[in-house]
């Protein structure tokens, strides 16, 4: 079974439509992350979260929220959609410094927003 | 100025050749530097980490120059299963990983 997973693999959806995506980790890893991934641009962070009471913004998260439900949970909202939304997003795990720091990404969540 | 920067390629090479790819950082700070390797639509996977004295992997050799601010990644004997973006990646203390905007690499037979 794959350490890191994310729900759904694909979603298309309506501008203005309120959007969830899921991850969940089996890696027992504290920091988790959500990054989207545009053509010519690499990967961007969006929110980042080191531990479950911990959640911080990242390059550009104005139009997203997150959710850190348990260690093992990291889900990512989209509140009103728009276009330029449309993306690859990953989510992501790491261990502590000093302990690696090597980061696991999940299969990722190709959004379409119409 | 990006604070992580690789050539931009694509690197088109025929399959035995040795390729080198090159990545600068801004941030003079950072501690940890890795090359993630990235299949089309696919996620980024760790390819190797790049320790301050030079390591090896099989046919993959990576070098830091800490002075210049500076990562290489060179790959021997290219198969075509080498065919691949790899992502320049730099952290602090496990702050924040930045990734480089890639460069891809493609073999051909």
């Known amino acids: 079974d794959a350490d890191v997973t994310q729900t759904p693999r694909n979603r298309i959806t309506k501008t203005g439509k309120r959007i969830m995506l899921e991850c969940s980790q089996t890696?027992?890893?504290?920091?988790m992350y959500w990054y989207r991934q545009d053509p010519g641009l690499g990967l961007r962070l969006i929110y980042y979260?080191?531990?479950?009471?911990?959640?911080n913004k990242g390059e550009i998260s104005d139009g997203y929220s997150v959710s850190r439900q348990a260690q093992a949970k990291f889900s990512l909202s989209l509140e009103s959609a728009i276009p330029n939304q449309t993306a690859l997003y990953f989510c992501?795990?790491?261990?502590?410094?000093?302990?690696?720091?090597?980061?696991?990404f999940g299969p990722g969540t190709r959004l379409t927003v119409l | 100025r990006k604070e992580v920067e690789q050539d931009p390629g694509p690197f088109n090479v025929p399959e035995g050749a040795t390729v080198a790819f090159n990545c600068t950082y801004s941030?003079?700070?950072?501690?940890?530097f890795f090359w993630y390797r990235q299949d089309c639509r696919k996620e980024p996977k760790l390819l190797m980490s790049?320790?301050?004295s030079g390591n090896e992997d099989g046919r993959f050799t990576a070098q830091l120059n800490r002075a210049s601010q500076y990562i290489s990644l060179l790959i021997r004997d290219s198969k075509l299963s080498d065919s691949a973006t790899y992502l320049c990646?730099?952290?602090?203390?496990?702050?924040?990983?930045?990734f480089g905007p890639g460069t891809r690499l493609s073999v051909l037979p």
């Open positions: 941030n003079s700070a950072s501690q940890s």
């Open positions: 990646v730099v952290t602090y203390y496990g702050q924040n990983f930045v």
């Open positions: 992501a795990t790491s261990d502590s410094p000093g302990q690696g720091e090597k980061q696991f």
């Open positions: 890696k027992g890893h504290d920091r």
């Open positions: 979260s080191f531990d479950v009471k911990d959640i």
């Open positions: 790049v320790y301050s």
